[in-house]
């Protein structure tokens, strides 16, 4: 059996916040990271272009060879995954496999809270979708789930702007209209990947006994699990801890933005798809 990477994919850069979480959680496996940067931002786009380009993408992966692809990004986990789930993988090859973010973490969150009443930030793609009310819905019925977009973020946090006194202003704002929908939210979703670089201002902004949640630790353990549940897919997974990155963008303006994300330096490589 040939073994080949999983593939990681994002519209742009903050997949790599999932990735880092992955590798550090499942150091051994080989894997591919694709960012569709000339395509973004993908959270303002029609659910059918999303749809679009995120099957091209996963097309690529698997054309590369990868048994198994995460989409480590929210939108395209809320507007793509289900129809290529349910309608193009089993035409394209039923025996791989694409998975999203919105699931692992929709499974778990009413681990976190205590009255019952949660908090989702994220893009305007994503609220509109209603994506994490209906699965949460699923895993926790009696959850009430409140959800504020905030599209100033992802702006902030690519154009190096997420240190910036403008960052806390719109960062206080979507917040406070947050906790004005319910004040007895105890656990917030930070439901977009990016979000994560703005932890510091987020937990500055929100009273001290709320939960604050980002995806990657989360996301790294559910794939752990899916790994150990799923051992003739783990079998298809290379292992020789190396790591690939492609943007559809300039390489070179990608490593720039990517090494915040990641942690460390990114060598990636132009893409046309």
Known sequence: MKQQPIGIFD???GGLT??????AKLPRYDYIYLGDNARSPYGTRSFETVYEYTLQCVNWFFNQGCPL??????TASAKALRSIQQNDLPKMDSSKRVLGVIRPTTEVIGQFTKTGNVGILATNGTVISNSYPIEIGKFYPDLHVFQEACPMWVPLVENNEYNSPGADYFIQKNIDNLMLKSESIDTILLACTHYPLLMDKIKNSVPANITVLSQGQIVADSL??????HLEMEEKCSKNGHISFFTTDSAEDFDSHAAIFFGKPVKSTHLSL
């Open 69 to 74: 692809v995460i989409l480590a990004c929210n």
């Open 18 to 23: 999932v990735l880092k979480e992955i590798t």
């Open 11 to 13: 519209s742009g850069y």
């Open 224 to 229: 752990s699990g899916y790994l150990q549940n």
